[in-house]
């Protein structure tokens, strides 16, 4: 069961990160949004998106009311986003011609364990 819920969790990060990306490429190309709050705005919508999946198909909804575990799935999301945009940032402050996309897949990489033990353990753990 670990190995299949981990899987659907990495499937269902992976359609978080296509949100992720679409919204970054759309909201710079399409909006001149500068890269940085470009990002900060695909965060924000690529976590809703995951949330939703993540107590469908991954965990199962917890047994605490859908607003205490949205404010646990957002503070755990939050602080694993804080990691990610940090490397994200990093890398572009670092590598300034490195494409946003590529800073994001190895910004989005770095956070996914810690957001998949916050998320098994302090929103969705099991009884």
């Not at 670990?2 to 659907?8: E, L």
């Not at 910004?107 to 998949?116: P, V």
Request: aromatic content about 12%.
């Amino acid at each position: 069961p670990r190995v299949k819920r981990f899987a659907s969790f990495i499937v269902v990060g992976g359609a978080g990160f296509l949100v992720d990306v679409a919204v970054l490429t759309a909201l710079i190309e399409w909006t001149r949004t500068d890269p940085y709050s470009a990002r900060l705005c695909a965060i924000a919508m690529a976590l809703v998106v995951t949330w939703t999946l993540n107590r469908h198909f991954t965990f199962g909804a917890s047994d605490r009311p859908i607003a205490v575990e949205g404010m646990r799935y957002g503070t755990v999301g939050l602080l694993g986003n804080i990691l990610n945009f940090l490397v994200y940032s990093s890398l572009l402050v670092m590598f300034p011609r490195l494409s946003p996309v590529v800073a994001l897949a190895i910004g989005s990489a770095s956070a996914t364990l810690f957001a998949y033990t916050g998320y098994s353990r302090l929103v969705f753990p099991r009884r």
